[in-house]
């Protein structure tokens, strides 16, 4: 590529200095910066104010002298696959190191986000000419490296090793820093390009794609200077030596032939085909960049139909008289002005007032554009997209926009930032920095994760990872925000579903979610089905029930225990001051000093208490388990000593399940409640209302009242349905119902998977030392396997618990114990109310909708965000729109600043169907689910019920048939076979 040198300006780069320094021909500096954009949402005012005053106002004055030019591009294509690809390859081995099978979920997943992801790219090439330094030493440096190059043999396409000058070395330090730093105030989320540790260029790497997209593939890294492995075999002989050199970046770059047409309109290269656009005249009124987005995304015929990219170069004058010299002409052009001519030189008047401002920097300024078709596209559409690219911006501030008017390569070139120093093909006009400021493309909202297991998108299509358990925050609390059908289920069902398969890991997470109804039954199916049939009891669902059958120990401690860790403690305390309910004074102290006391009484280890006697019949396979270990028992044989015994002999579950007998229930606080110390200090009224508080709890709730018998065994992905012991009615008293039942689910789920290997020296084992050393031994085993597990808990219908005191006491301990274990707490609710307490600790906010003013101004007041977010509340979050997904506005809370971002969830038929709520779709799914595998199951229901739902034909079965439902969704899992044995079902 002999003539790539007149394109691409870009020479060579030092190879063994990790600076984020690319060299031009002439030994210009040049440094790439990314910029995703703002890092919450602003206003128009506010950007508008932060580019004039943060960038504009920090860059003029370096721009007022010459040598210092930037380039501005912003680049949106459909060009997605390799990011998705790279997601859907980890989200697949992930799921496979788990023992998941769930290829048809990551396939669909691929599916959604090619459709309507776009991807964005905003650069900022920071250029630094030799104008910029001191001219005496410039010229001295150049002639010695100039003496030096030709001091070898001739290399004509070689990369010259001595392009770096010294001279501009400062300069081009000072004004990138100054650039990053003008940037960052403007509250922009930026990062320079560079040499990687593994040798690549980011940067260069960009800049290739650029222009090569489809022949540039994402490891690809220039050559720099020094002699190839492998030179070339040179067909003549002479002096030249550059075959056995690598060539310059810009022949490494530009190595693709291109073709123009006969017009001149357009240009073929690298598998695409380019229509190019110029800015001749810049628009009288200067309008933000979000205008022109809205013009070409709104007239596409979907968001991810028109690629795009905009380039805008700023130059600084050549000298640093300009300003002088534009002065004179202004004042004399002015001097030909008369009243019926006055308008024609209004603007010259005003460019007469910017010069003579010394905080103002006027620029040399041009903006090229190009949009393009790909690779197997129709080429009759560039024609379409051209019209649509022109048309935009045109109307764009009026701006009198035309065709490249000569060498379309060149013009291509110069819509990529960090090709050229300086731009050539459009006209350039004059303008203050402080206008052109308003055009820059940054207002975006920045992604706030690199990564994650769960791919959003925002609005217009860019893909946005949310990643649980972000050690950028410093707590892992969640509020969900959602009205009824504001599509809460789906999203905190998709979140569940991605937190358990696809978050890095080797094992299964534990995930817990306590919910109301069976919109949880979904995912712990979906689970099940994926793992093999010997593990499938590690996802399981539960309707909770009232009864002695379903009972949970509220008093229940981790194995070997006799008294509360600190933790648990938090809880007991908690559970019994709900329970109980005591509104006098004295009642937490008298809570308190129960459960100090309960623990001493039913503890061995305690002088004077009375501990738990061993008595057969209770449990058939505790009774066993002491047959098979022959240990010994008597009369007076306690519970605590066959714990002890069985841990001693390695018997791990029926040591945890013979725990149950030996801890405290709640019949033992009576006995408490009647020590006449209790009366003496806390005074007999008080005392005589925790008793009937505690009889009357009894009698109401045998689910809290007998020893544990709800065994969540070995599962680990668990979902607990208060469905049959929830109260839907608004009162104190089905509130506090509603609190104890969430607060007793979360129990059986956090009791076997919290704490940390710090606790175990604070534990109340017991003293001997063979056996104290198997306990330590059993915790320090437990929590090195559960430490690096994620862990979540999520409690759905929140507000049915009224945001009970004691609940949202628990959650804020849980939440700041919690990080010390890696627990995630999400709680989704219908009432802003519920969260006032939690929302400062909240790391991670969704509301879901709002659809009235009122409502907006009660979340604001909550969550306390901003105009401009209340903005973005109003304008586009308003449910699901079909297709479209749902928006959402979400809150991250990180390590030193609070962002906010709207988000969008857009799901396939087959996640729909995986977690459907609707009944008789459950039955169809599962009907399937026991037919076929999961992933057959779910491609087949999606292909055959696209929009989701079965609904209408089930409903003509059973207006044929009148059977059972059961039955019913046989005979559909009948029909659908039949089809696919047809061949009228293809997946």
């Known amino acids: 590529m002999h003539t790539a040198d007149r394109f691409c300006d870009l020479a060579g780069f030092h190879p063994d200095r990790l600076e984020p320094v690319v060299y031009a021909h002439d030994g210009s500096c040049c440094t790439l910066i990314e910029v995703d954009g703002t890092r919450t949402i602003v206003s128009d005012e506010e950007f508008e104010e932060a580019a004039i005053l943060r960038i504009a106002g920090s860059l003029a004055q370096i721009l007022k002298r010459p040598g210092h030019n930037l380039s501005i591009s912003f680049e949106s294509s459909l060009n997605t696959h390799a990011d998705i690809e790279t997601l859907a390859t980890a989200q697949l081995r992930s799921a496979e190191q ?28 920071v250029w630094t000419r030799p104008d910029a330094a001191i001219s005496e030493e410039l010229a001295e440096e150049i002639r010695e490296t100039r003496t030096l190059w030709r001091s070898l043999p001739p290399a004509s396409e070689a990369q010259n090793p001595f392009l770096k000058l010294d001279a501009l070395e400062g300069p081009h330090a000072a004004f990138v820093k100054r650039v990053v730093e003008a940037l960052t105030d403007a509250r922009l989320q930026v ?28 490891v690809w890294r220039p050559f720099g200077p020094g002699t190839r492995a492998h030179p070339a075999a040179k067909e003549r002989i002479d002096d030249d030596v550059g075959a ?27 598998g695409r085909r380019y229509a190019l656009a110029v800015m001749r005249m810049f628009p009288a009124t200067i309008l933000a960049f979000d205008r022109l987005l809205e013009a070409l995304l709104q007239r596409s015929s979907r968001s991810a139909d028109l690629p795009f990219r905009v380039c805008l170069h700023i130059e600084a004058p050549n000298d640093g008289g300009m300003a002088m010299k534009l002065r004179k002409v202004a004042a004399g052009l002015i001097a030909w002005a008369s009243p019926s001519n006055r308008n024609l030189f209004e603007s010259l008047r005003t460019l007469e007032e910017i010069i003579g401002r ?37 109307t764009w501030g009026d701006a009198l926009i035309a065709d490249a008017p000569h060498n379309p390569l060149r013009a291509l070139c110069e819509t990529i930032a960090g090709m050229n120093y300086r731009a050539s093909v459009a006209p350039a006009s004059l303008a203050p920095l402080g206008d052109l400021a308003v055009m820059f493309p940054f207002h975006r909202t920045a992604e706030i994760f690199r990564q994650g297991q769960t791919m959003l998108l925002n609005p217009d299509g860019r893909m946005m990872p949310y990643e649980a358990l972000s050690p950028e925050q410093l707590f892992w609390l969640t509020l969900i925000f959602a009205t009824p059908g504001s599509g809460k289920s789906v999203l905190m069902n998709r979140l569940n579903v991605e937190f358990a398969a696809f978050q890095p890991s080797r094992v299964l997470p534990f995930l817990g979610v306590i919910d109301v109804g069976v919109s949880s039954s979904g995912l712990i199916e979906l689970i099940r089905n994926a793992l093999p049939p010997e593990r499938r009891h590690e996802a399981y669902y539960v309707r909770l029930l009232n009864d002695h059958a379903h009972a949970i120990n509220p008093l229940g401690l981790g194995l070997g225990r006799r ?45 004077g208490s009375s501990p738990a006697i061993y008595q057969p019949g209770i449990d058939a396979e505790v009774d066993r388990a002491i047959r098979d270990a022959a240990i010994v028992v008597g009369e007076r044989t306690r519970w605590w000593r066959i714990v002890d015994e069985f841990v001693a002999l390695g018997r791990i579950l029926p040591a945890m399940r013979a725990q149950r007998y030996a801890e405290p229930i709640l019949e033992d606080l009576a006995r408490v409640l009647g020590e006449r110390i209790m009366t003496e200090d806390f005074g007999e009224t008080l005392v005589k209302s925790a008793q009937r508080a505690l009889e009357s709890a009894i009698e109401r709730f045998p689910v809290f009242a ?50 940390h290997a710090e606790e175990i020296g604070s534990m109340d084992l017991p003293t001997e030392p063979d056996v104290r050393a198997k306990y330590v031994a059993f915790w320090e085993n437990r929590y ?49 109310a519920d969260f006032e307490v939690l929302a400062d600790m909240a790391s991670t906010v969704m509301i879901l909708n709002a659809d009235s003013n009122e409502l907006r101004e009660a979340a604001r007041k909550t969550f306390g965000f901003s105009d401009a977010v209340k903005r973005a509340l109003e304008r586009q979050v308003h449910g699901p729109r079909g297709s479209r997904g749902a928006n959402f506005l979400a809150r991250f809370k990180l390590r030193d600043e609070e962002r906010w971002v709207v988000l969008n969830n857009s799901l396939g038929p087959r996640m729909l169907w995986a977690l459907t709520t609707r009944a008789e779709d459950r039955q169809v799914r599962d ?15 999606a292909t055959r019920f696209p929009d989701g739902t079965a609904h209408d034909t089930w409903k003509k079965v059973a207006g044929r048939h009148h059977d059972a439902d059961d039955r019913i969704a046989a005979m559909l899992a009948d029909e659908i076979i039949a089809q696919i044995m047809r061949g009228e079902i293809r997946t």
Not at 246 to 268: F, G
Not at 372 to 392: C, F, H, I, M, Y
Not at 786 to 807: F, N, Q, S, W
Request: charged share 30%; net charge neutral.
């Open 98 to 125: 788990k023992g998941l099978s769930l290829e048809a979920i990551v396939e669909e997943g691929r599916v959604v986000l090619e459709r309507r992801a776009r991807r964005e790219r905003i650069l900022v090439a």
């Open 563 to 607: 008294r509360p860790l600190p933790r648990e403690r938090v809880f007991v305390e908690n559970f019994l001051a709900t329970l109980l309910d005591l509104k006098q004074d004295g009642s937490e102290q008298l809570i308190s000093r129960l459960v100090t006391r309960l623990f001493q009484l039913k503890s061995d280890l305690e002088f």
């Open 191 to 218: 990062r320079v390009l560079g040499p990687e540790d593994d040798g690549s260029r980011r940067d260069l790497n960009e800049v290739r794609r650029a222009i090569l997209f489809h022949e540039t593939p994402t």
């Open 358 to 394: 010394d905080s103002e920097a006027i620029v040399k300024c041009r903006l090229t554009a190009c949009t393009w078709v790909e690779p197997g596209e129709e080429p009759g559409r560039l024609d379409q997209r051209r019209s649509t690219l022109k048309n935009a911006l045109m």
């Open 244 to 270: 056995f050199f690598a060539p310059t970046v810009a022949r490494q770059i530009m190595t693709a032939n291109a073709e123009a047409s006969s017009d001149l309109r357009t240009i073929a290269v690298g």
């Open 784 to 832: 090195a396997e559960i430490a690096e597990t994620p862990k979540r808990l999520c409690m759905d219908e929140y507000h049915l618990t009224g945001g009970v005191a004691t609940i949202a006491k628990q959650v804020l301990s849980d939440v700041r114990e919690g990080r010390k274990w890696g627990l995630e707490v999400i709680l989704a609710s219908q009432l802003l």
């Open 706 to 755: 007998r020893p544990t018998r709800l065994d969540l065994g070995e599962a680990r992905v668990i979902a607990i349905d208060l469905n049959d012991v929830a109260l839907r009615h608004k009162a104190p008293d089905a509130e506090r119902n509603n609190a104890l039942m969430f607060m007793i689910s979360r129990h059986a789920f956090l009791s076997k998977i919290s704490g």
């Open 927 to 941: 009907e399937l689910y026991r037919r076929m595998d999961v992933n057959e199951a779910l491609r087949v229901l």
